[in-house]
């Protein structure tokens, strides 16, 4: 049985380390928390995290590599699904002005790019040019509509 003070004290120190860390609490609902802690539960006896330089270089490119992989799977996708492009504007903390591309295919969304256009005069001409881009990036033959929010 996992002694009370002791669950305690674990709890007491992941909740110390995402206040210090500035990590938002919601990361406690994400599917890969969970499989983080799970992890942790099963490592050998003994086991020590990864070093700064291991999570920023090795296994940085091992998990670039597992979401290409993953992309790759769903942009296959687009052949059978068509492609709808989807852009909306927002404003950041420092209030620019920024357009949000996604590919959606199937149900499934995929972040394409996002520009910051405080400096550019929001016309027809100029939201289309990022447009297109996206256009490009998908393949001229598999997009099927374009969706914008306009604010």
């Known amino acids: 049985m996992f002694h009370i003070t002791r669950r305690e004290d674990a709890d007491q ?5 995402l206040y210090q860390n500035g990590v938002p609490f919601n990361i406690e609902r994400s599917p890969s928390w969970a499989d ?6 099963t490592a050998p006896k003994g086991y020590k995290s990864p070093n700064y330089e291991k999570v920023r270089t090795s296994l940085l490119d091992k998990e670039q590599i597992k979401v290409q992989q993953a992309l790759t799977t769903l942009m296959q996708d687009w052949s059978t699904h068509g492609v709808s492009i989807i852009s909306d504007g927002w404003s950041n903390l420092r209030n620019e002005a920024l357009v949000n591309v996604m590919a959606v295919s199937g149900g499934r969304a995929i972040f394409i790019s996002a520009y910051e256009v405080s400096a550019v005069e929001k016309n027809t001409a100029n939201i289309a040019e990022l447009l297109f881009k996206a256009i490009d990036y998908v393949g001229p033959s598999m997009w099927c509509k374009l969706l914008r929010c306009n604010r």
């Open 13 to 17: 120190k992941i909740a110390s380390c």
């Open 36 to 41: 983080l802690v799970h992890a942790i539960n």
